[in-house]
């Protein structure tokens, strides 16, 4: 390989992997968003389910009255935990693209001389 595409190569992973932890870190920030936004319908709800369980007859409309924002809240969590993994896996990924992107660049000085 000659040293010119070594270059190439160590430039476009270096970016593309910085470029990678970027996006990573953007993600990880809309999901720390999301997870404030579920702490604070967890809080309502529970807010809401004390409220109805005074009597047995108000407690068993309150199960269903709020069954629709349990479900609604776990699914937020479902979607939280698979954008955690794609944000640790954009991460990681950008990780090994810098140290290749280093590596190329490194060699490609290494054998001109």
Not at 25 to 34: A, P
Not at 68 to 93: H, M, P, W
Not at 97 to 113: D, E, N, Q, T
Request: aromatic fraction near 8%; hydrophobic fraction near 40%; proline fraction near 1%.
């Amino acid at each position: 390989m000659s040293q010119k595409s070594k270059r190439t190569i160590g430039v476009g992973a270096l970016v593309l992997g910085a470029a990678l932890i970027v996006l990573s870190m953007i993600i990880q920030s809309k999901v720390e968003e999301g997870e404030g936004q579920i702490s604070r319908a967890e809080q309502s709800l529970e807010q809401g389910q004390r409220l109805f369980s005074l009597t047995p007859y108000t407690r068993q409309a309150g199960e269903q009255l709020t069954s629709g924002a349990n479900r609604k809240i776990s699914e937020g969590k479902d979607e939280i935990a698979y954008y955690t993994q794609v944000a640790n896996v954009l991460f990681y990924a950008g990780i090994v693209g810098i140290v290749i992107g280093g590596w190329c660049l490194f060699f490609s000085k290494k054998s001109a001389r």
